[in-house]
């Protein structure tokens, strides 16, 4: 069953086309990478999907239910969440606090709540961090606080608007490790952005390119990274093998 | 705080909220709606008042009067426009100036008009040292300190004013002062001459932004402020300067009102509130807008009277504020953002 | 599992958290603070006892603007609104039906709350923020202003007087002048908010409601519920205020249009918090004293200046340019208030 559905998504900004007729489903524990040029509306895609944005037309469903145009908050705790390309910590809060913050919907009490939250903390490698203010975060320790939120809220479903922007090469690996066992271990579906191809190419189960607001190729990595049109829009002469 | 609408890009803090309807599309629309609306208030102030006459001096009334709180509101909205400050102390400002005119004349017994001479650079001076003492520089710059600067500055000049000059109402005579019949309703001298001086500075202000070097860097720091920079504008000069022609606004204003009200340390905060109206109404930063808004609130004002009698005209101010904020933020001329 | 640690800040040690909870400290604070401040009118002559009153009120109305403004991030403008509603129904209760300001005080806030939802709902759904919100809440407080102001049903431009009574009654919360027994309420009334401000600040929906002022679309995307809290805040926020308002009515035995719902009311309310530190706990406290204080001293110098400042005599204003004074120093050098800039300090 496709846990997520985007049919004939359209939006528009004072006349310009982010996205036009955007259309794809997204099996429940499935990873879809996304990529294409900048400014071919990928984080629009995201807007609309996660609540932030409403479509001009077309519909996006949940786990079987329209949540086209509602509220962010809502859909976040139906279980689809999303990262952000800005990082945005809370800044008056410490990094547990901020992963805190988003494991409370959960209701529990008191004490479970800060253990799932330090136990978050732990899992992305920010333990040592654990009671300082997020601001003070190199910009790797932030990506991971993005992370860290939403693996709090105990998501079915991740929108990563490439979470790996920003990292060494070192620091990827253990972010894609953790990643590919949320999904072994917990089943969570991810729809990742991302530019940095190795990983897509490793990750990802399908991709779809999306290029100036259209969905221009859906498949698998060895499909798409092979077809004409991709390799012209995006990829250039030879499929890029950004370092591993 | 960085909160920001929904999804939108991070917009300045005081851009206009977005709105989810599409009130009044292009400018014969909004032109429609509001001659409309018009149209409407007139009539319903004939059945109030049962009189032709009453409405017409009203209307006459409103218009001239408005043709001030368009000087006053476009000082203010240039200040927004180009440097995205909310000056509050906008009315203390212009009460400021008025006490300066009212010591001239009191002092030397010169015409109350001639003191636009000294109101004017005065009141330039004193913005001026107003932006680079308390408004540039970190400690001005999020919305919030800006607010708050604006508001307390506010505060210090009325209550500076109230301190050395009492709360005793003055008043500031206009020699020759005159009403002369305009088809049927009756127009004083110093309203007639308060409208056309502000009309004439309105123009002057136009012309400066349109037609001459300064204007066209003011407009480009208000349209691009970093891009303004790097084509070699010296934007924290322009800052100045914009801040200090928006209070000279302000200082000509008082000047050309002077006869026409009872001069008290209070009387900013009125012209205050009517001035933010005006600038909503108009579209923040719109310098035209200024003018047709203060000229429609101008009437709102005096059409209020009729239908609510004495106390209430600002209530109808009020009520179109509300209005605006919640139909159509950006105001009649302003665009939404994203 | 492999992770990377990323490693901790230099020099640190891993920061164990307090053994008593931030919460539990302040309210242990709060406790110690209200027992000193018991005996104070009893050894304060009447002339600072009332001052120290005056402190209480502007502590109720800083508390209540700051649960809005400070911990909620939305800045108002038009906080007399709230405490001229408080201020008016517990008057109205009093004086046309001998209603019992305490109930009156509880309608106040129930009146004053449905009124911020109202406000709030609205501002919140048409997306006016900054200083659009600001000045919305402005027109709102001037409006009702208006309104009561011309309205026969709240006696117009006069106002209210609170009927007087021969004894000191609880119940209508009326003493005779200068007795303790107001400071006493008040102190009760103000540590109330106070403790409330800390409980809501610490609790599950007051952590929403920071995270929602820190970043608004960040937390909606971890699935905080945004309308709903920030209704809770301008509701508790209004609540509080309007609590002020129906004590400064019994307190000074009347209201007017003016006194309940003036501007100079909205900004009472301001001044302290942004002196003390917008967005702590202590900062209404800090800022309402120092506020207070001023006003009384310079209060008594107007009365009688010193020689080269006799013409100030009986005039009004001093106090309030003081403070517009410290307002805009305390904005431009300490813009975390006096509270937020020793709290900033004391972490590092």
Known sequence: MSIVEVSGVGKSFRGLHALSDVEFEVAEGEILGIIGPNGAGKTTLFNVVSGALTPDTGRVRFAGQDV????????????????????????????????????????????????????????????????????????????????????????????????????????????????????????????????????????????????????????SPQEVTSDARVIDAYLGEEPTHADA | MTNTTHGAPLAPEVSPPQTKTKAGGGFLGRAGIVGGVLVIAIVIALLRSG????????????????????????????????????????????????????????????????????????????????????????????????LLITLGLSLLLENGLLMFFGAEPKAIALPGDFQFPLLGAVVAGSRLYAFLGAIALGALLYWLLRRTRLGTAIRAVAANGPGAELVGINVRRIHTLTFAIGTACAGAAAALAGPLVTVTPTLGEQFNITAFVVVVLGGMGNVVGALVGGLLIGLVEQLTTIYLGGQSSLLGVFVVFILVLFLRPQGLFGRKTA | MTTITIAGPA?????????????????????????????????????????????????LMAVGWNIMSGFGGMFSFGHAAY???????????????????????????AVAAAAAVLIGYFSFRYKLQGAYFALATFAFAEMLRLIVTSSDFTNKAVGFSVPLIQDSSLWMIQFPADSPAYFWVALVLAGAAVAISIVFLHSRAGKYVSAIRDDELAAASLGAPVIRHKLVTVALSAAITAVAGAFYTQYYLFV??????GSAVSIQAIVPVVIGGIGTIWGPVVGAIIVGALTDVTATMLRTPPEFLSFLQGRSGLDVVLYAVLLILIVRLLPKGIVGTIAARWRR
């Not at chain 1, 972010?175 to 066992?181: H, I, K, P, R």
């Not at chain 1, 897509?200 to 859906?218: C, K, P």
């Not at chain 2, 043709?67 to 927004?80: C, E, Q, S, V």
């Not at chain 3, 007017?256 to 719902?261: C, K, S, T």
Request: net charge positive.
């Open chain 1, 68 to 219: 086209t145009g509602r509220s962010p908050d809502r859909i976040a705790r139906a279980g689809m969440v999303r990262t952000f390309q800005l990082m945005r910590p809370f800044a008056s809060m410490t990094v547990l606090e901020n992963v805190a913050l988003a494991a409370q919907h959960h209701r529990f009490g008191r004490r479970k709540l800060r253990e799932h939250a330090l136990d978050v903390v732990e899992r992305v490698g920010l333990g040592p961090w654990a009671h300082r203010p997020a601001p003070e975060l190199p910009t790797a320790g932030l990506k991971r606080l993005e992370l860290a939120r939403t693996l709090a809220t105990t998501p079915k479903v991740l929108l990563l608007d490439e979470v790996l922007a920003g990292l060494v090469p070192a620091e990827r690996e253990p972010v894609l490790d953790l990643l590919a066992l949320l999904r072994e271990q917990e089943g969570v579906t991810l729809l990742f952005i991302e530019h940095i191809m190795a990983a897509v190419m490793r990750l990802a189960d399908r991709v779809l390119v999306l290029d100036q607001g259209r969905v221009l190729a859906v498949g």
């Open chain 3, 83 to 109: 405490f001229g509603l408080g201020a008016y129904t517990s008057a109205y209760l009093l004086v046309k039906h001998d209603v019992s300001p305490w109930i009156g005080m509880v309608a106040g806030t």
């Open chain 3, 256 to 261: 007017n249009p003016e006194l309940g719902f």
């Open chain 3, 11 to 59: 020099g640190a040690e891993k920061v164990k958290a307090p053994p008593l909870r931030p919460q539990n400290r302040q309210l242990a604070i709060l406790a110690v603070l209200l027992l000193i401040a018991i005996p104070l009118p009893l050894v304060l002559p009447p002339a600072q006892g009332a001052v120290a009153v005056r402190i209480l009120i502007f502590l």
């Open chain 2, 51 to 146: 009189s032709g006459l009453v409405v017409w001096q009203s209307v006459v009334t409103g218009i001239l009067t408005g043709g001030l709180y368009g000087l006053i509101a476009m000082g203010l909205t240039l200040i927004f426009g180009v440097l995205d400050i909310v000056n509050f102390a906008h009315g203390a400002l212009l009460a400021v100036a008025m006490f300066i005119s009212f010591g001239m004349v009191s002092a030397t017994g010169m015409h109350p008009y001639l003191t636009l001479v000294i109101a004017i650079p005065a009141l330039f001076l004193i913005g001026a040292a107003v932006h680079r003492g308390l408004l540039s520089g970190s400690g001005g710059k999020s919305l919030e300190n800006q």
